[in-house]
């Protein structure tokens, strides 16, 4: 499980670390009006992940527990799904770009920002699928109900850090220019992970079916 987990993790950190709703959302709060509205927005980012990965979780294992053959259908759809995040990131790795970060002028409370952070994440389509891809790939290594749950914190731990960090440098208002200029060695990290973690999963389930 430890190394599934950590496997899992290090697909995660780099998807948080590329450039995506949540880190526009975190720098344009730390750029508009400091690390402290910054880091109560990444809070909010975080919470969500308890809320995607016990939705995914349970969910999925309701079905699973019906149809368990739905396990390597699901295996195809998330495995496709993370090869084509995979792709489009070494596309935009290639290609290049500024990313766009713009100061918020918007004041919020600690709850108000902690509530936007929630819904810039719970309202991303990108994350619902990607937490299913990433919840499929877990059940998909052996792991039972609990355990795939019992990612939520590690997740959550994660984006808290990543986006924290995100949030004190871009309040110093050097980060905007630094990051750009890495931003492209991001995107390609990113690619290759989540490229490793699906072609691993459509790997697995081309494989349950030669067996059969």
Same mark, same amino acid.
């Given at each position: 499980m430890l190394e599934t987990y950590l496997i899992t993790l290090a697909g995660i950190v780099l998807g948080q670390i590329a450039p995506g709703p949540n880190l526009l959302a975190v720098a344009g709060a730390a750029l508009g009006q400091g690390r402290r509205a910054a880091f109560f927005l990444a809070l909010g980012v975080s919470s969500a992940i308890f809320v995607w990965v016990t939705v995914a979780a349970f969910g999925l294992a309701a079905l699973l527990a019906v149809y368990p053959s739905l396990l390597t259908i699901m295996k195809f759809i998330g495995g496709g799904y993370l090869c084509f995040l995979a792709l489009r990131s070494l596309v935009a790795a290639?290609?290049?770009?500024?990313?766009?970060?713009?100061?918020?002028?918007?004041?919020?409370?600690?709850?108000?920002?902690?509530?936007?952070?929630?819904?810039?994440?719970?309202?991303?389509?990108?994350?619902?699928?990607?937490?299913?891809? +990433?919840?499929?790939?877990?059940?998909?290594?052996?792991?039972?109900?609990?355990? +795939?749950?019992?990612?939520?914190?590690?997740?959550? +731990?994660?984006?808290?850090?990543?986006?924290?960090?995100?949030?004190?440098?871009?309040?110093?208002?050097v980060a905007q220019r630094a990051y750009a200029r890495f931003a492209r060695v991001v995107e390609a990290l990113f690619g290759l992970a989540f490229g490793a973690l699906g072609g691993k999963l459509v790997a697995d389930a081309v494989g349950e079916i030669s067996a059969k």
């Open positions: 290639w290609r290049g770009g500024d990313p766009s970060f713009r100061a918020s002028r918007t004041e919020w409370t600690p709850l108000s920002a902690w509530r936007r952070g929630l819904l810039v994440n719970l309202t991303n389509p990108k994350s619902a699928l990607m937490w299913s891809a +990433v919840t499929t790939f877990l059940y998909g290594s052996g792991l039972s109900a609990p355990q +795939v749950l019992g990612f939520a914190p590690t997740g959550f +731990v994660s984006a808290l850090i990543v986006y924290g960090i995100y949030g004190t440098l871009f309040s110093t208002g």
